[in-house]
């Protein structure tokens, strides 16, 4: 039993099952998925921060302060789209590096991104037992 998603993370770590749990999770098992919304934006018109990616047909208002204020500082802010059934939200990571600089740290963003899948994965789809996450990964 895992006491924390954190602990279930650290098990995949240590046990090289990053790629299982992503590939299942593409897969939609367990009812959820979530993928990274390459082909997004962000727009500042007079403060007001709006996302939009063609790819997905998404054009919305951002209005959780944090995110508000990562764009209008200038740092990388990640989007995701999940699916948990028939319910689809929208996310979005801070990384903590300049817009400007997201080439030079794409490692550690990208290690960040697959991060916060993982995690996303492990509490939609309450993977609390090693027994659970090994039913996943099979699925």
Do not use: W
């Not at 299942?24 to 959820?32: E, K, L, P, W």
């Not at 991104?113 to 990964?137: F, P």
């Amino acid at each position: 039993m895992f006491n924390t998603p954190t602990d279930c993370y650290n098990y995949i770590i240590e046990n090289d099952l990053e790629m299982s749990v992503l590939g299942a999770m593409m897969n939609h098992v367990g009812g959820y998925s979530i993928a990274e919304i390459a082909d997004g934006r962000f727009h500042n018109r007079d403060g007001e921060v709006s996302f939009s990616s063609p790819g997905y047909k998404i054009n919305i208002s951002v209005t959780d302060d944090e995110i508000v204020t990562a764009v209008l500082n200038g740092l990388y802010v990640s989007a995701f789209i999940s699916r948990n059934q028939d319910k689809y939200q929208i996310h979005f990571l801070v990384s903590g590096y300049p817009v400007d600089m997201k080439c030079r740290y794409e490692e550690h963003i990208a290690k960040g991104v697959v991060k916060y899948m993982i995690m996303s994965t492990i509490v939609a789809c309450r993977l609390d037992s090693e027994k659970k996450l090994k039913e996943y990964i099979a699925d």
